[in-house]
C-alpha cells in the first residue's frame, strides 16, 4: 500500500483582511506534494489576496500558513529566508526587468541567493530555459518575447532554485487561447516530469479543467471555501448551485 503524499502546503484557519476590512475567514485546506491545485471564486471574492498571504506578503488576522510544516507567519529572520526559497512566484505581469535578458532575469535569484561560479550559474539558467522551451531566446530582452514566452520566462526565474512550490497568479492572462494551452501543457509537465506542486489563482475555466487536480471554490458571501474537490466532478456534483452554474459558466 503506497504512503499518503506529504502535505507541502497548509493553510490552518486563515482569516484574512485589510484594517477593519474582513475578506476571508476561518480558511482551511492542504496541498500535498506533486498536485496541481486551483483557487477559484468570481471576482472580488478575494482569490489574489489569499495567493499574496500563501507566499508571506501580508500577514493574516488570524491562522498560519505552514510550508513543509514550518510556519510561514511565525518565521523570522534566516528561518523565514529558508521558508521562502523553498517556493517560487509567477506573477500576473510576468515581472521581468526589462533592460535584462531573458537568461539574465533567470539568473537573478541565483546572483541573489548563492555564491556559485558565474558559470555554474549560466549553466543553471540556460537549463531552466532550456525545460520551458526559450533556450534560443535566452539573448532577447523581455521586449522582444511575446506575451507566452515572457511568462515562460517568468517560470523559468521562479524554478532557478529548485523550488518544491511554485505559485501562479493568473498564469494565463493576456494570452490568446493557443498560447494559453501552451502554457497548461507546460504546467503539467513540470508536475508530472519534476514533481513541482502548483498552487494558483485563476478564472480561466480551460486551463482550470486541463491542468488542475484538485480546487477550492470562494464565496464572496460567506467569505469562505464553498466547494473543495476536483474540478469536473464539482462541476456536475457540487451541492451548491452557484457553484455547478460558475463551472458551467452559466449566467445566474
Given amino acids: 500500500m503506497s504512503e499518503p503524499a506529504k502535505i507541502l502546503i497548509e493553510a490552518r484557519d486563515l482569516t484574512i483582511g485589510y484594517g477593519d476590512r474582513l475578506i ?5 485546506f492542504q496541498v500535498p ?3 496541481v491545485f486551483a483557487i477559484l471564486g468570481p471576482s472580488g471574492a478575494g482569490k489574489s489576496t489569499l495567493l499574496k498571504h500563501l507566499i508571506g506578503l501580508h500577514k493574516p ?11 510561514l ?20 505581469g510576468s515581472a521581468l526587468f526589462g533592460s535584462l535578458t ?15 561560479p558565474e558559470l555554474a550559474k549560466d549553466f543553471i539558467a540556460l537549463s531552466k530555459l532550456r525545460l520551458v522551451g526559450l533556450e534560443a531566446a ?12 515572457q511568462k515562460r520566462a517568468a517560470i523559468a526565474r521562479a524554478i532557478v532554485m529548485d523550488p518544491c512550490v511554485l505559485f501562479l497568479d493568473e498564469p494565463s492572462a493576456g494570452l ?14 513540470l508536475a508530472r516530469g519534476l514533481g513541482i506542486t502548483f498552487v494558483m489563482v485563476t478564472h480561466e475555466l480551460p486551463s482550470i479543467y486541463a491542468v488542475a487536480d484538485r480546487v477550492v471554490v470562494l464565496d464572496p458571501k460567506t467569505r469562505r471555501i464553498v466547494a473543495e474537490g476536483a474540478p469536473l466532478w464539482l462541476r456536475e456534483h457540487a451541492t451548491q448551485p452557484w457553484v455547478r452554474q460558475f463551472l458551467n459558466r452559466e449566467v445566474t
Avoid: C, H
Avoid at 24 to 28: A, D, G, S, V, Y
Fill in 102 to 116: 531573458a537568461v539574465e532575469n533567470v539568473r537573478l535569484p541565483l546572483d541573489e541567493f548563492t555564491d556559485l
Fill in 73 to 92: 507567519v511565525q518565521a523570522e529572520g534566516e528561518e523565514r529566508l529558508r521558508i521562502l526559497q523553498r517556493f517560487g512566484v509567477l506573477y500576473q
Fill in 33 to 35: 506534494r506533486g498536485e
Fill in 138 to 149: 535566452a539573448t532577447k530582452l523581455p521586449a522582444d518575447l511575446s506575451g507566452g514566452m
Fill in 61 to 71: 488576522m488570524q491562522g498560519d500558513v505552514l510550508i513543509s510544516g514550518k510556519s
Fill in 24 to 28: 476571508l475567514e476561518q480558511i482551511n
Fill in 176 to 189: 490568446d487561447p493557443i498560447t494559453s494551452a501552451g502554457l497548461d501543457a507546460l504546467i503539467r509537465e
